[in-house]
């Protein structure tokens, strides 16, 4: 067999695995062969992987960075369509640069340990990128305490006090009670009777709810995530990524 054959018929071959291990796929080309064709064709296939198992390898590889992309691009165009309620949706709390040419949103939950681990590095990145605004997107998904800590840092925000709270109870412990959150409260210079009416108000409520409707658009798979531009970082991401992400959205503006 001419080796020019061979490197098509293998590349046919890899194809079809690709598209059997990817049905999800819209559409694909299926070349048609007869039952001879067939037979030579998967004795290729064996001999080839006997000869080099890294061509599966490859193979697979090709694919993910496929899926990867293509979802990276669905991404993309849902965080577009939404791009007004992330960045600019009225009663959001903001940090860094409120006039910032850079938008950076986080979905964040106040127990949830990676977005604690997270703070330093977004004061880091804040601190470096003069041009970069925060909006914050508090999303309660881990229970009773995560709901108390969301409406007390919303209700705080009505007295400027959010990123005080906010700091408070992401450095406290992650058990947030109605206790916990009047120390804190107190320590941020707030007024607690009004703190609590707010927490119960129908705005803060609205809040959480436009937010969780959000993630769900956004097939949120939990906290913390970070939205830059068009991109869409899901968990908790290092310096670096968060950079690039920032670099990216810079040069595109």
């Known amino acids: 067999m001419r080796p020019w054959f061979l490197r098509l018929t293998l590349c046919l071959a890899l194809s ?8 999800h796929r819209a559409s694909a080309q ?3 062969f007869n039952a001879d064709q067939r037979d030579e064709i998967v004795a290729i296939i064996r001999d080839a992987l006997k000869r080099d198992p890294s061509i599966l390898r490859d193979a697979v590889m090709a694919l993910q960075q496929e899926d990867s992309r293509a979802e990276a691009e669905a991404h993309a165009d849902v965080v577009g369509k ?13 940090a860094g640069n409120p006039n910032g040419a ?10 949830c340990p990676y977005c604690r681990r997270m703070l330093p590095t977004l004061a880091q990145l804040l601190a470096a990128n ?5 909006v ?6 881990l229970g009773p305490g995560s709901t108390l800590g969301a409406r007390a840092e919303l209700a705080a925000d009505r007295q400027g006090g959010y990123a005080r709270m906010h700091d408070l109870l992401m450095t406290g412990s992650s058990t947030i009670t109605e206790d916990v959150i009047k120390a804190d409260a107190l320590k941020a210079g707030l007024n607690w009777q ?3 009416a707010d927490m119960q108000s129908a705005d803060v ?29 899901p968990g908790a991401v290092d310096l670096a990524e968060l950079q690039k992400a920032v670099d990216a959205a810079r040069r595109t503006n």
Not at 82 to 94: F, I, N, R, S, Y
């Open 30 to 32: 299926h070349a048609q």
């Open 82 to 94: 939404l791009a007004g309620e992330l960045q600019h949706a009225p009663g959001d709390p903001v």
């Open 130 to 134: 003069k041009d970069v605004r925060l």
């Open 136 to 141: 914050y997107k508090d999303l309660p998904v």
């Open 16 to 23: 079809s695995i690709l598209v059997a291990v990817s049905p």
């Open 194 to 196: 009004q703190l609590q």
């Open 205 to 233: 409520s609205a809040r959480i709810n436009a937010n969780l409707a959000l993630a769900h658009q956004l097939a949120l798979q939990g906290t913390p995530a970070y939205v830059v531009g068009n991109t869409l970082l």
């Open 102 to 111: 850079i938008t950076l949103v986080e979905f964040s939950d106040v127990r």
